[in-house]
């Protein structure tokens, strides 16, 4: 290399030369500009000149020499100023104070009460093997969901009602056995179906061994709603008392199990002229589901889909025959009655079955089943009739309306059967099926576009009713804008609005989600510290919201607290954006709070009630009473467990009475809104056509009709249990 000049080091000295150029002219330009300042900073800017001119410009010295690296390594010093120093936050309590709220959190810990467990070497003894029975004993949520007592729909008692009739309605579906025979008494279960029996040799495998069964055999069932060889056994596992009876030809085998343990035997033969079919009997275990009593209108609403789903079949429960002739339309009818604005259309194929309508009412209603099984979160068939549904209009009327348009005030009900179902958990609410699409798209399209060619009066109304739609939205978007504006003003974020950090558009972290619907700032702030902020949302009400029964839709976005709301969940635009999992209405008990929660439904059931059909809406049980003494607190939800508290307490025991939400400490309060013991009551309607009538009644202008009511049905002070 000797004394030669490479081309890197020419540019490096270029590079070299233009940097100094470049601070040199800074300089220059930054004192010229000190010179003309006639301010008493003229000085303080000269030091910063000559500071300015001795500075290392891109990691360059005044020699030119790239320093950018040399302290890399060394720590910056702080350059905090006197006033910064000053401000530096202070907290205004002391650790002492922050380890005893520490110490108080841990205190109600549930599981801190176990008190913790030495544990054991980790070996080959260790390791356990649960029987399939004892696995649904131990982790009875993954077969059959929620437990309960009852008071819900979706509570596990109900779950085993329909996994048995779900068998014998298999049997059905395959042209065996046209009748089936359900008697529900106190807490005993009796199913009888009339289809071909458990084969004599297999009945003990088939009510107790987990994936035994014929629903594996294509060539026996093709679309049976138990397909994975586990519900009868969930049944047997989970009972206290099951019995089961196979009937074949003159023969039968009868089992006795005892919480999945096979008690008794035998076989035998049954009287001359016995028909063919199976016996199930069974008692809920109350050491898994508590307390508990079955609600027949819940029982009664399974056995309407299961008749509407199978026409001519007929269940008789207790005594009483369920049946139906035309299927889906019949379920749309019974539930509609005369609120549709054209006559209830109705498609039947082979594996494909379709009935709808519009009303009056805002939003989407939907009824979906899979093969006889109701999927209250719909799924891939579902999405599939939509989107078939708009096609079949569009292609119908040569037009392109926008979905909404075409969607808006539909009531609906779709039904396929499929060889294979994938549902998204074992009790079957959402259909997985990505492969039925097309065919369903298609299917519907054609089926709709053939109907409304054979009804043009019905297929004119239906064209009126979309252009109605599609007016309604033009006018209300320059009242949305407006509403938008308004709110942009008052706030970037929603002023109203506590969020948490996970949605329903997070997959299974959302599943968890709620928003808190509460009055006034002091129940919101309970919640407020109280909350799981990672699930648990909060939107406080002013007081009372206005009274929105018989409103227009615009309405609404003239209301800031309702449009505020609309926008805390999500659904201004479209209620499949919906934001969290469960809406809770939390509100006071007494007489301003109950009111306050029926205008919110009303607001829900007026312009959204899809929410309450799907089972988003939920009402907050908090304690009446606290009973305590100077060692334990019990929280009591009616007069019945107040008294029994009084009584394991002692006469010495205080009780207290909460009114509102906002008596309630924080550290009270967690455990009343924590996920493992939260009370959450759902807002159901047993059938569509009953909303117009209670709004009216409730909420409409019939003060006199009212007043009548409550004069007859008020209660004395001698009977109010305060």
Known sequence: MGGKITKKETAAEEKSVKAKNTASKAASKTSETAGTEKTVGAEKSAKTVRAARTKPVAGIDENGTFRAWDNAKTVAKSKKTAKEQASVFSPKTTVEQSEKKLAAAKAIDPNAKAGTKKLADYGDDQVKHLDALEHIRLRSGMYIGRLGDGSNQNDGIYVLVKEIIDNSIDEFIVGFGNKIDVEIKDSRVKVRDYGRGIPLGKVVDCVSEINTGAKYNDDVFQFSVGMNGVGTKAVNALSSYFRVMSIRDGKCVEAVFEQGRLKSKKAGNVKPGTKNGTYFEFVPDEAIFGKYSFNMEYVEKRIWNYAYL????????????????????????????????????????????????????????????????????????????????????????????????????????????????????????????????????????????????????????????????????????????????????????????????????????????????????????????????????????????????????????????????????????????????KIVIATDADN???????????????????????????????????????????????????????????????????????????????????????????????????????????????TPERRKFIEQNLLSNAEIDV
């Not at 949305?480 to 942009?488: D, F, I, M, S």
């Not at 009303?602 to 606290?626: A, C, D, K, M, Q």
């Not at 607190?633 to 006469?651: P, T, V, W």
Request: charged share 25%.
């Open 310 to 581: 199978n026409s001519g079949l007929t269940i008789r429960l207790n005594g009483r025959d369920f049946a139906s002739q035309n299927g889906l339309l019949d379920l749309l009818q019974k539930e509609l009655e005369s609120e549709t604005i054209y006559p209830i259309g109705h498609y039947i194929g082979e594996h494909l079955q379709f009935a709808f309508t519009h009303t009056n009412s805002y939003g989407e209603n939907y009824f979906s089943f899979v093969n006889g099984q109701y999927t209250s979160d719909g799924g891939s068939h579902l999405n599939a009739f939509k989107e078939g549904f708009i096609k079949g209009v569009n292609d119908f009327f040569q037009a392109s309306y926008k979905s909404e348009d075409i969607r808006e005030g539909i009531t609906a009900a779709v039904l396929v059967k499929v060889k294979d179902p994938v549902f998204e958990s074992q009790t079957k609410n959402k259909l997985g099926n990505t492969d039925i699409r097309q065919w369903v798209v298609s299917e519907v399209q054609s089926g709709l576009d053939n109907w409304l060619h054979k009804n043009p009066k019905a297929a004119e109304c239906l064209k009126e009713k979309i252009e109605a739609n599609e007016k309604l939205r033009t006018d209300l978007s320059a009242v949305k804008k407006q509403a938008k504006e308004n709110a942009r003003k008052v706030s970037i974020r929603i002023p109203k609005l506590d969020d948490c950090r996970f949605h329903l558009q997070d997959g299974l972290l959302g599943d968890n989600s709620m928003i808190f619907i509460t009055e006034g700032q002091s129940a919101s702030g309970v919640m407020t510290h109280s909350r799981d902020a990672n699930y648990q949302a909060i939107f406080s009400l002013r007081g009372k919201p206005e009274n929105m029964y018989g409103k227009k839709q615009s309405d609404i976005y003239k209301n800031d607290e309702l449009y505020q709301l609309m926008m805390a969940l999500g659904i201004e635009n479209s209620v499949e954006n919906l934001k969290y999992s």
């Open 592 to 702: 301003d709070g109950f009111h306050i929660r029926n205008l919110v439904l009303t607001f829900f059931l007026g312009y959204f009630e899809e929410l309450v059909t799907s089972g988003r809406v939920w009402i907050l049980e908090t304690p009446l009473f606290r009973v305590r003494n100077k060692k334990e607190n019990i929280y009591c939800y009616s007069e019945k467990d107040r008294d029994e508290a009084q009584a394991k307490l002692g006469k010495n025991c205080e009780t207290s009475r909460f009114k509102g939400l906002g008596e309630i400490n924080p550290s009270e309060f967690k455990q009343f809104i924590a996920a493992e013991t939260i009370r959450l009551t759902p807002v159901e309607i047993s059938q569509l056509k009953a909303i117009p009538q209670l709004l009216a009644f409730y909420m409409g202008k019939n």
